[in-house]
């Protein structure tokens, strides 16, 4: 199959073919007369396949909450989104925490129709697992709203605590969840969520990330970073010569406190919460700048009663390539700057982990990409959405531009 158009990379943009081997799925070749092309796109951007590097499928081992989403119905929605692979995060009713949950998990992926990276949960008895894998360590205690025996493996309710668990994860790839748990217990009665899980608690987890990372040569990364104040210190320690990068999520790009309302305040709950004007303008000019690396969306779907019950987490999948038009058009992102985020730095995290290499548009590379259109606008509405939740904090948002297809391996999706 050969795929003509306007190439994105992170480096530049030419116009040209894609070859891309069906029974592989990978890329063939790359040029400018490979042949008569199968497809065309003479007016769209064509970017090395999306990679969406957080994101909370829901389904383990126990089944029980295939009501919010499954593998199945997560690709479907990464796929409507331009998005080609994801990472899929740890903290299940039954947690992939060693090696025979990771298996047990990872057999379930097979439904998916996009390529799922699984990270593992560390807590405080786990252990690495023989393979490599990604990690995930939620700082504070995630098992929030009553018991929970399975996630409470990976609570941690001391920095003791957390710093004994990092030791034995030395040079391991770490993803931290950054919120201090003294500073949320201290906080628990403050009248808003916002209050309850403030910027300190953010700020005092990341500075003690950054120290474990440090001293443990991890290989880290800081999960929806949403304190402007806090990228200092992420450069501070690239500066000693840390391996830290860290992602930023559509809601804290797009929302913040000063639009909050009672409407609404539910439905834009999430963990950690919506910052300043300030922060979110900091993030805007961090991704676009190079100080946040990934561009992560944090997809949590939670189903429209559970929202009402003061539940965190948003969806995004659905809307991932919709808001990175408004990326572009509304903030001057370039098309460059989008393939670093969205493609190439996801995909230089991801190669530990996966048997085929994404970012890139090269022979060797996933046959998998991401078609945008600037000239058609995407109205998000909740009856075309594919997330099993149904529901998108974008309704009726118009971004500029859309997704008009999405490869994966040489399959095609048309939108």
């Not at 040029?31 to 951007?45: K, Q």
């Not at 606008?377 to 118009?398: A, H, I, M, Q």
């Amino acid at each position: 199959m050969i795929v003509e158009g306007r190439l994105i990379s992170h480096e530049g943009e030419r116009f040209g073919q894609v070859e891309i081997n069906p029974e592989t799925g990978l890329i063939e070749d790359v040029g400018a007369n490979l042949g008569t092309p199968d497809i065309r796109f003479y007016d769209r951007m064509v970017f090395p396949g999306f990679v969406d590097l957080h994101i909370h499928a829901r389904e383990d081992a126990s089944g029980k909450k295939t009501h919010k989403e499954t593998f199945r119905t997560a690709s479907e929605a990464a796929i409507h989104g331009g998005v080609v692979l994801v990472g899929d995060m740890p903290n299940n009713d039954v947690p992939p925490v060693d090696d025979v949950s990771y298996e047990a998990k990872e057999r379930l992926t097979k439904a998916s129709l996009v390529d799922v990276m699984l990270y593992a949960g560390i807590g405080p008895d786990t252990c690495p697992l023989r393979r490599i894998v990604p990690y995930k360590a939620y700082m504070g205690a995630v098992s929030k709203g009553g018991p929970n025996p399975y996630v409470e493996r990976l609570d941690f309710h001391t920095k003791k605590e957390v710093g004994d668990a990092a030791f034995r994860y030395m040079w391991e790839h770490v993803s931290y969840h950054c919120e201090d748990s003294d500073v949320l217990r201290q906080s628990e009665d403050r009248p808003t969520h916002e209050q309850r899980r403030p910027p300190e608690a953010e700020v005092m987890a990341t500075d003690f990330a950054l120290y474990l990372i440090g001293k443990y040569r991890q290989h880290g990364k800081l999960c929806h970073f949403s304190i402007g104040t806090g990228l200092p210190k992420i450069m501070a320690a690239r500066l000693r010569g840390e391996n830290v990068t860290c992602e930023a999520s559509p809601h804290h790009l797009y929302f913040d406190t000063s639009m909050l309302t009672d409407k609404n305040r539910l439905w834009l709950q999430v963990n950690s919460p919506l910052r300043s004007p300030d922060d979110r303008e900091a993030l805007i000019e961090g991704l676009r700048g190079g100080d946040v690396d990934y561009l992560a969306t944090d997809h949590a779907p939670h189903t429209r009663d559970e929202k009402l019950k003061g539940i965190s987490g948003i969806p995004h999948l659905d809307t991932y390539g919709g808001f990175t038009t408004w990326l572009m058009k509304k903030h001057g992102y370039t098309p460059q700057d989008i393939a670093r985020v969205c493609s190439y730095n996801p995909g230089m995290f991801v190669e530990p982990f996966m048997p085929v290499r994404y970012g890139k548009i090269e022979p060797g590379y996933a046959g998998s990409l991401t078609v945008i259109d600037m000239s058609a606008p995407y109205r998000v509405d909740r009856e075309n959405l594919k997330t099993k939740c149904g529901w998108s904090p974008f309704e009726g948002v118009v971004f500029p531009g859309s997704v008009s297809c999405t490869i994966v391996r040489g399959n095609v999706y048309r939108h």
